[in-house]
């Protein structure tokens, strides 16, 4: 019996490109009947943004120096790229970008529990599709509650930060890798695939790797 593909993913909530990434993939999978095992690992793709968070337009004019035309025009792409996987962005003229270093001690925890990846789901439907403030670590705890995780236990690993420096160590490993962008992909601990590259560019990764292994 041959062991499951390893698949290391590096990514933040935050990040579009993530959601759009992992569901082109997850297509890929399913249509390829593949066997396969994901692992979550933290990027913070702001880690400078403070506590408060900073309106998603503004953010994207300050960090790339897009136009408001701009952005609508991106908006647009990915949502009908969502559209076809399934997912939905619902933006507003109020969504926010929010600092994540606890939404990922969060995650640390939750993988601790085997619950990394369902956890991971919620809080990108969170964000993106219920506009939830993950700023805020009420909000964190009760997206944990939600799946079913102990809604006090999560609050409590939040205001300790008993994970800090497990999730920072995490980082400055993946930085120290070469990761500099998020999403980043990691087939078989040997072959790195960055940005969401579509159904079609997964499938031929996939089956290129499965004929490496014979």
């Known amino acids: 019996m041959t062991n499951p593909l390893r698949i290391d993913i590096v990514s933040d909530v935050m990040c579009p490109w993530c959601i759009i990434g992992y569901r082109q993939l997850s297509q890929a999978l399913d249509a390829a009947g593949t066997d396969y095992e ?24 300050e960090k790339y120096g897009s136009t ?23 933006w507003t003229e109020d969504s926010r970008m929010h600092n994540t270093f606890n939404t990922h001690q969060l995650l640390h925890w939750a993988d601790l529990k085997g619950r990394k990846h369902d956890l991971k789901l919620a809080l990108f439907t969170a964000h993106f599709t219920d506009q939830r403030n993950l700023s805020d670590d009420a909000v964190l705890a009760d997206v944990a509650g939600e799946i079913g995780l102990d809604r006090a236990e999560a609050a409590a690993v939040l205001d300790d930060q008993r994970f800090a420096n497990d999730v920072r160590s995490a980082e400055h490993f993946w930085q120290q890798q070469g990761i500099s962008g998020v999403p980043a992909i990691v087939f078989d601990q040997k072959h790195l695939v960055t940005g969401a590259q579509g159904v079609d560019n997964y499938t031929s990764i996939l089956s290129q790797l499965a004929e490496m292994k014979g």
């Open 38 to 61: 994901i692992r979550w690992h933290p990027f913070e793709l702001n880690p400078e943004m403070p506590p408060e968070g900073q309106n998603t337009r503004e953010h994207i004019s």
């Open 68 to 90: 408001p035309e701009q952005s609508e025009q991106a908006r647009k792409h990915m949502q009908a790229l969502a559209d076809d996987l399934g997912f939905d962005f619902q």
